[in-house]
Structures are given as C-alpha cells and as structure tokens.
C-alpha cells in the first residue's frame, strides 16, 4: 500500500478511525525513517509496505470499534496525544514493519485495537506493551502453541450455572466448546526447543512437578467430561497425542503469554474472549 493509500483509506474509512488512520500513518512514517536509516532504499521500502498494511487492518478494526459505539471518535482521535497510548502504537508499528505476516498483523492490530477501551493503568495495557514486542520475536507456529495452552488451561466454556446440571448437558456444551476453539490445533506441531523459547521471552514457565492430564482439563467441580463418549474421536486422539507427547501438561502460562495466547485463539477461532478483567 502507498502512502496515498492510507489518505483514501481513511477518506473511504471516516469518522475517528479514518482520522486516526492518517494521524498514525504521520507519525509511523517518521518512526520507520528513525528506526531504519542505516538500512538500504529496498529495506525501508519494504518496511512501510509492512506498515502500511498493519495500519490498514488497524483503521478497519478500530472502525468497528466506533460503529459498536464501543469507544467515540473523539477519544480515538484523542487517544494519540496520549504518551502511553502513542508507546504502544509506535512499537506496534515497527514490529509490524519487520514483517509480512499477516497473522502477527492482526495480533498487532487487535492489542492497539482493545487498549482504547482499557484504562491506563490496567494489567492489559502493561501487558500489550510487553507483547508488541515480544510477537517479533515468535514464530507463527509459537503464537499457535500459546493460544492452544491459553484455551487448555485458561479460557473456560462459558456454562450456564452447573448447580443441578444434567451431566448430559454439561458433556454436549463441553465437547461443542472443544470443537469450536481447539479444531484449529490438531495439527499443531512443536519441539522442546519452542517451549524453551517461549520460557526465555517469559511467555511461559515449565514445572517438571507439576502435570495437568488432558482429560482432566475441562472438568468442573462434580461434573466430569466422559471422553469415551465424545462424537469426535479424531479430534481428541490427536489433541490428547499432542498433549500427552510434549511440555504442556507441565506448562503454565504468564500473563504475557495468555494475552498472547488469547488473541491469537480468537483469531484462529474466529472467537471472542472477553478480557474484560485485565481492564
């Protein structure tokens, strides 16, 4: 995308996320020369094109935002006048120029995205900050291992009350939420090596004491999932085979890792976890 571009965008976009659109764009091009000026014509070229790109999915995502009336045009606009608010956009901006990856992309987007509706001090928007920088140090198929730990041992199936819950109803609703979040893993490959360096980014911590089985993952107090039952037994074979023959069970997330890991399952899933909590 060139830079004309990103004026049509935002002229096509309108409203606050057209304007921001633009603004950022401003400033993003004048951090890009900074950051890349002892690198070659081809290199810088390169990098806005990565920019410009993440700026787009941005502009889109933030116009959502607005015709939700999730947050007002004035404080999008008002958000990059913002110190704290124009730090995370800034490292948004220069990981996204290192890349062509459009997963990390939207990554990238969706945390500059949910920090307009977050408070300053929330555990999100310390945490965004720390994640914009370390997805340029992950691999695609990393963020993959962190959003399937973030789904195992994090993100639960929103139930309804299990007081009285007919153990029939709680196995159906159970297995549809395994099916619908965890699908996108059963091909998920990894080494020993990915989790060591998911632990050296911080991601992650492995407690060779400590062993969570599978199939004790999504239990509930009384209620117990039946996995000799489930309809999908392709599906559970190769997610338990996956678990059963790697770190997981022995692996727990960070803070840093989870938001990591939540976005990049939402993604995937083409889901929504609320996150409300760390705002």
Not at 5 to 16: E, R
Not at 235 to 255: A, H, Q, R, V
Request: aromatic share 10%; with cysteine; net charge neutral.
């Amino acid at each position: 995308m060139e830079p004309i571009s990103i004026i049509a965008l935002s002229a096509a976009i309108g409203g606050g996320a057209g304007k921001f659109a633009e603004k950022a764009w401003d400033s993003g091009e004048k951090w890009l020369k900074t950051f890349f000026k002892d690198h070659n014509e081809l290199v810088q070229q390169k990098a806005n094109e990565n920019s410009l790109d993440f700026l787009s999915e941005l502009a889109q995502r933030i116009k959502k935002l607005e015709d939700q009336n999730k947050v007002s045009a004035d404080k999008i606009i008002e958000s990059q006048n913002q110190p704290d608010f124009t730090i995370l956009l800034q490292k948004a901006i220069i990981t996204a120029s290192q890349t062509d990856n459009k997963e990390k992309h939207v990554l990238l987007a969706t945390l500059v995205t949910e920090r307009l509706t977050s408070s300053s001090e929330s555990i999100f928007t310390l945490t965004s900050k720390m994640a914009c920088d370390t997805i340029s140090y992950l691999t695609v198929n990393q963020i993959k291992i962190l959003g399937f730990l973030a789904n195992a041992k994090y993100i639960r199936p929103n139930l309804p009350p299990i007081q009285n819950l007919p153990i029939n109803i709680f196995h159906e609703f159970v297995e549809n939420w395994i099916t619908s979040r965890l699908t996108p893993y059963h091909d998920l490959t990894f080494r020993s090596l990915d989790f060591k360096h998911l632990e050296s980014l911080s991601c992650l911590r492995i407690d060779e004491l400590v062993y969570c089985k599978f199939d004790h993952l999504f239990n509930r107090g009384n209620l117990k999932v039946d996995f000799t039952k489930i309809k999908n037994r392709q599906l559970y074979t190769e997610l338990k085979t996956i678990w059963d023959n790697s770190e997981f069970e022995s692996s727990g997330l960070t803070t840093l890792g989870q938001l990591i890991g939540i976005i990049a399952s939402d993604n995937l899933s083409k889901t929504y976890t609320d996150i409300g909590s760390w705002k």
